[in-house]
């Protein structure tokens, strides 16, 4: 099948500890994005890459960092540096020369 | 800074009836708006798109309609189906610049009432 799989969907951090976040597509696409979704803050860019081994950081990029060694996967690995990472993380990717963007399932990280 | 403002935090509807949903944006440069419509615990899906060269684009029970002048678009769906009851959000991206990331509002839960 198609599409972008994120796992873990649910993963529970204690203080302190860094996590990474996986992102895989099998969509051929050249542009991949990840998103923070919190109650009553719709979706924060927190970095994105439009090509491999080249990134970009979003508007909440601190505490967050990411690599692009693969066209087809974008992890990113939330640090003990960023101060309020629970939250629901979203990973998306299009074609450059597609204005769509699709999305993952979505991650739950908890922070315990 | 919100550059994509979904006013209405929450809209409720009966079954049949029209649900419009509204979204302002304060920059000119957006020229590509989206839809997307979000279950708890999903990804967002893509509902439906319009260019800033167009006032209207309908597809099915889903219309967004384009005002560049006043720096707004609406989402009408008819009639509204239970199903329907979502999150829905409101992005925009500057396309003729290299598809810059989309920017998303905060997002309107919609409630149809049977």
């Known amino acids: 099948d198609g599409g972008i799989t994120q796992s873990p969907k649910y993963l529970f951090r204690k203080e302190g500890q860094n996590v990474t976040l996986s992102c895989e597509q099998n969509l051929n696409h050249d542009a991949m994005y990840w998103y923070r979704q919190d109650p009553g803050q719709g979706l924060r860019l927190i970095y994105y890459?439009?090509?491999?081994?080249?990134?970009q950081k979003g508007d909440i990029a601190e505490g967050y960092s990411v690599s692009r060694e693969k066209k087809e996967s974008f992890p990113l690995t939330v640090t003990s540096a960023q101060k309020n990472p629970t939250a629901f993380y979203l990973c998306?990717?299009?074609?450059?020369?597609?204005?769509?963007?699709?999305f993952g399932e979505g991650s739950w990280l908890t922070v315990v | 800074d919100q550059q994509v403002k979904q006013n209405s935090p929450s809209l409720s509807v009966q079954e049949g009836r029209i649900s419009i949903l509204n979204c302002d944006y304060t920059n000119s440069m957006f020229d590509y708006f989206l839809w997307y419509k979000k279950y708890p615990a999903e990804g967002p899906t893509f509902l439906i798109s319009i260019s800033s060269i167009k006032d209207k684009n309908e597809d099915g029970r889903f219309t967004v309609f384009l005002n560049k002048s006043a720096k707004h678009l609406s989402l009408h769906i008819v009639p509204s189906q239970p199903g329907d009851s979502a999150v829905y959000f409101c992005a925009a991206s500057i396309v003729n610049s290299g598809n810059t990331p989309l920017v998303f509002g905060k997002g309107t839960r919609l409630s149809v009432i049977a």
């Open positions: 890459s439009q090509i491999v081994n080249d990134f």
């Open positions: 998306a990717s299009n074609s450059i020369s597609g204005n769509t963007i699709y």
